[in-house]
């Protein structure tokens, strides 16, 4: 991944010559690794943490300490692997972490200032609205399909969970729980296949690209460059 910044000048000529601003422009993108396996592992870990709650495995007292682990652990990773997100150029990595960022971290906030077991109608419409935000950035990652799919499966998990806040139905607690575990084995399958991508600069396991996405691990620099002027922080304006 790659990060770019414009820098643009226009040099003058004291003959009375000149050269235009993009005679002159540089561009510099400087690699980095992929932030979203740690973005996934921050959402495995907060994924189980309330799944083990809503299914039971854990008294509800223990919720307080699942939501001091989720915000110690997921909360800054999610953060962080927005962050880098957008200075890799990956739009989708940046919006879906960060909205994974702000709905993990007021749900811990929320979970930690309750009493224990209780459900919150305030939170449930936190989560429903949580799960049609990631359906933006999942309908932007078309080109890779493991990390659309963890996207479109964390939405449903946010749905379900909205749904047992609201209504504080224990089938729906249940239906949330198994859909955080599925979700879970998704983001784990999802990170694993991401870092060995990254580490070995080849597709180890399978991540379903496809169309713009089936030939980043195989271009050319120039294939991968071909639009930078397009992109945010190198155009005028965003």
Same mark, same amino acid.
């Given at each position: 991944?790659?990060?770019?910044?414009?820098?643009?000048?226009?040099?003058?000529?004291?003959?009375?010559?000149?050269?235009?601003?993009?005679?002159?422009?540089?561009?510099?993108?400087?690699?980095?690794?992929?932030?979203?396996?740690?973005?996934?592992?921050?959402?495995?870990?907060?994924?189980?943490?309330?799944?083990?709650?809503?299914?039971?495995?854990?008294?509800?007292?223990?919720?307080?300490?699942?939501?001091?682990?989720?915000?110690?652990?997921?909360?800054?990773?999610?953060?962080?692997?927005?962050?880098?997100?957008?200075?890799?150029?990956?739009?989708?990595?940046?919006?879906?972490?960060?909205?994974? @960022?702000?709905?993990?971290?007021?749900?811990?906030?929320?979970?930690?200032?309750?009493?224990?077991?209780?459900?919150?109608?305030?939170?449930?419409?936190? @989560?429903?609205?949580?799960?049609?935000?990631?359906?933006?950035?999942?309908?932007?990652?078309?080109?890779?399909?493991?990390?659309?799919?963890?996207?479109?499966?964390?939405?449903?998990?946010?749905?379900?969970?909205?749904?047992?806040?609201?209504?504080? $139905?224990?089938?729906?607690?249940?239906?949330?729980?198994?859909?955080?575990?599925?979700?879970?084995?998704?983001?784990?399958?999802?990170?694993?296949?991401?870092?060995?991508? $990254?580490?070995?600069?080849?597709?180890?396991?399978?991540?379903?690209?496809?169309?713009?996405?089936? $030939?980043?691990?195989?271009?050319?620099?120039?294939?991968?460059?071909?639009?930078?002027?397009?992109?945010?922080?190198?155009?005028?304006?965003?």
């Amino acid at each position: 991944m790659a990060r770019a910044g414009g820098q643009a000048g226009q040099a003058g000529d004291s003959r009375g010559g000149g050269r235009s601003g993009t005679d002159v422009s540089r561009v510099v993108v400087r690699p980095m690794g992929t932030p979203l396996p740690l973005g996934f592992l921050g959402l495995f870990v907060a994924t189980v943490g309330f799944s083990a709650l809503q299914l039971g495995w854990l008294p509800p007292e223990q919720g307080r300490n699942v939501a001091l682990g989720v915000l110690a652990l997921t909360v800054p990773t999610q953060l962080v692997s927005s962050l880098y997100g957008f200075l890799a150029r990956d739009p989708v990595a940046g919006t879906g972490m960060g909205v994974l @960022f702000g709905t993990w971290g007021a749900a811990a906030l929320v979970t930690l200032t309750s009493p224990p077991g209780a459900a919150s109608a305030g939170l449930g419409v936190l @989560f429903l609205a949580a799960g049609a935000a990631m359906l933006v950035p999942a309908a932007a990652a078309l080109t890779k399909l493991t990390a659309a799919g963890v996207m479109v499966l964390t939405a449903l998990r946010f749905w379900l969970t909205g749904l047992a806040e609201l209504t504080g $139905d224990p089938g729906w607690k249940t239906a949330a729980g198994v859909a955080g575990l599925v979700l879970a084995a998704a983001a784990l399958y999802a990170a694993l296949a991401l870092e060995l991508e $990254d580490a070995n600069h080849r597709t180890v396991l399978p991540v379903l690209r496809r169309g713009a996405g089936r $030939d980043v691990m195989t271009g050319s620099i120039d294939d991968e460059l071909e639009n930078i002027s397009h992109e945010a922080g190198v155009r005028k304006q965003l």
